[in-house]
């Protein structure tokens, strides 16, 4: 049997407000000019991946400790997890919906510089590493933000939603998270619901400090990384 997923969220997350806004212009940053075509996984155990993220993260110009620590969180590094509460497949589970989204508009921008050809599966390391990572780094060129709880909102609920999230936060921060996000909260009961799923809802804020302090922070722990701290709130 395929391995699950550690979390439930994927990039936007197929019962969520979530998706791409698609747009013409390639806004991810380029900080040594390497050539996505340039990346190379020589294998599928974990050591491996963490170092192609590495790779693809620096081509993309996203935190490289941000994009492992989010793929932690997703897969532990497996190629092959799947989710259980979705179609959410491979390293950053992708959706089925959001891979077709996100690699019509990475080839749309990156033309002949793509370094893939259209047609891979989300469970091809490779391709998945390269489109988690130019997400990540998409976002945060977008929203001007390195804070990897931001980031990871992204990958959560996905551009439409994440921007929803952000909107609540500074503006209604204790409103009931579970009143804005219905079908998220309800397919993912731990992060938006106190003791484990079982108790209060949270409301935004908590959400929130939820991701930053139990998912971001102690995966970076575990792997023994240091992320950016909030840089937005």
């Keep these: 049997s395929k391995p699950k997923n550690q979390a439930a969220g994927s990039f936007a997350n197929e019962n969520a407000a979530g998706g791409i806004k698609v747009g013409d212009e390639d806004v991810t940053l380029k900080t040594n000019g390497v050539n ?3 990346l190379n996984v020589l294998g599928t155990d974990k050591e491996s991946i963490k170092k192609a993220i590495g790779e693809a993260a620096k081509i993309n110009g996203v935190d490289e400790n941000t994009a492992k620590v989010v793929a932690f ?4 590094f497996k190629s092959n997890a799947e989710a259980s509460t ?3 497949k491979g390293i950053f589970q992708f959706t089925n ?7 019509k508009t990475y080839l749309k921008q990156k033309g002949s510089k793509a370094g893939l050809k259209g047609d891979e599966k989300s469970t091809d390391p490779r391709a998945n590493i390269l489109l988690g990572t130019w997400a990540l780094a998409r976002y945060a060129v977008t929203k001007k933000s390195t ?3 931001v980031l990871y909102l992204n990958h959560f609920l996905g551009e439409y939603g994440a921007d929803k999230f952000i909107k609540y936060l ?3 921060p204790n409103t009931q998270a579970d009143t804005v996000f219905q079908n998220a909260a309800g397919s993912n009961k731990p992060i938006f619901y106190k003791d484990g799923g079982k108790g209060a809802a949270r409301t935004i804020k908590e959400v929130y400090e939820y991701l930053e302090t139990e998912k971001i922070q102690k995966a ?10 909030r840089s937005a709130s």
Excluded: C, F, R
Excluded at 73 to 76: A, F, K
Excluded at 97 to 103: A, L, Q, V
Excluded at 220 to 229: M, N
């Design 36 to 38: 996505p075509s340039e």
């Design 220 to 229: 970076a722990q575990t792997l023994g990384l240091s992320v950016p701290k």
């Design 86 to 88: 979705s179609s959410a």
């Design 73 to 76: 969180l997703e897969s532990g």
């Design 147 to 149: 804070d990897p709880t």
């Design 170 to 172: 500074n503006t209604a």
């Design 97 to 103: 919906n959001s891979w077709n989204g996100y690699m």
